[in-house]
């Protein structure tokens, strides 16, 4: 009886750690991009990714224990006539168009301006910086 019993109880536990095991990075979207696994749908790239994989960093400007890095995520093949940004606070990535301007490259998108200039990489929305990052990856 005790046997049986044994039986049971592991049968129980295999069945749960294996739901468990697929529901794990199982929830998709509507591109089949794995959310909790760290993968959203980027416009530019046409494909799943991480953006802190295949993104430049930028750190926030005035660290604290609330702010996170946001990410820049450029089309492949060298286009950069488009950057996508990833930020913390918004739920999709927002797309900035490029600009030339003498002495820097500028994407804008509404008021955030992310500019690349000396190596490095500064996002502002409106006169405030919020982020630096360096230009190489």
Not at 64 to 72: E, G, K, M, Q, Y
Request: charged share 15%; hydrophobic share 45%.
């Amino acid at each position: 009886m005790k046997s049986i019993l044994a039986s049971l109880v592991g049968l129980a536990l295999l069945s749960s750690a294996a739901s468990a095991a697929q529901m794990v990075g199982g929830s998709k979207d509507a591109h089949g991009c794995i959310g909790p696994a760290g993968y959203v749908w980027s416009v530019v790239q046409a494909r799943c990714v991480r953006a802190f994989e295949v993104g430049h960093r930028l750190d926030p400007t005035t660290p604290s224990a609330n702010t996170v890095s946001a990410f820049v995520v450029f089309p492949m093949g060298g286009d950069q006539t488009r950057a996508e940004l990833h930020l913390p606070w918004e739920k999709a990535p927002l797309i900035a168009k490029r600009i030339i301007r003498p002495g820097a490259v500028t994407w804008t998108a509404g008021s955030y301006k992310l500019v690349r200039a000396h190596g490095m990489y500064s996002l502002s929305k409106g006169t405030r910086l919020l982020y630096r990052g360096t230009a190489a990856q």
